[in-house]
């Protein structure tokens, strides 16, 4: 897996925790530099964590599925990809009244943006491929994403929000099908 196929999955990660922290920088819930920085480490830590969690359980059962782990992944992340986009649709968004940088609403908020990598993990997994690198990079791209969403989520939030989870979930979904044309060719 090369670098920009690594970048394109973060990135597409990524998506949920850039929304919600554009819907935080557009409430104004998250302002000053600490908040913005818990916020924005703690969405980079789940979601580079994630992937290595689905990709240790997914190596127990890689030997089992080698045959057709292609159509697994493009299941997987088809998966995500959809649930993403339907989050995307979705009219009625989720509001945090209180400070979404502190306590279980911090922890709340990273792990529901990252649960979707736990899958990618998986995916990796029973492609064989390495998860350090790519969870790496999953971080701390989606962790310079949600800084940079929540730092200009005043202006952008409400006009990109939830047009940023559709576009993530098809990148997941491209992804997916990458793999498998790849596999089938």
Known sequence: MNLIEILLIAVGLAMDAFAVSLGIGAGGR????RPIFRLAFHFGLFQAAMPVLGWLAGMQVASFIAEFDHWVALALLSFVGVRMIRAGFDPD??????????????????????????AIGLSLAMLRVSILYPALVIGVVTAGLCLAALLTGHRL????????????????????????ISHIA
């Open 30 to 33: 998250a302002y000053g530099p």
């Open 93 to 118: 968004g989720e509001s945090h009244r209180n400070d979404p940088s502190r306590g279980g609403t911090l922890v709340m908020l990273a792990v529901a943006t990252s649960i979707d990598a736990f």
């Open 157 to 180: 939030g409400k006009l990109f929000g939830k047009r940023m989870e559709i576009i993530g979930g098809l990148i997941l979904i491209g992804i997916g099908l990458r793999v498998v």
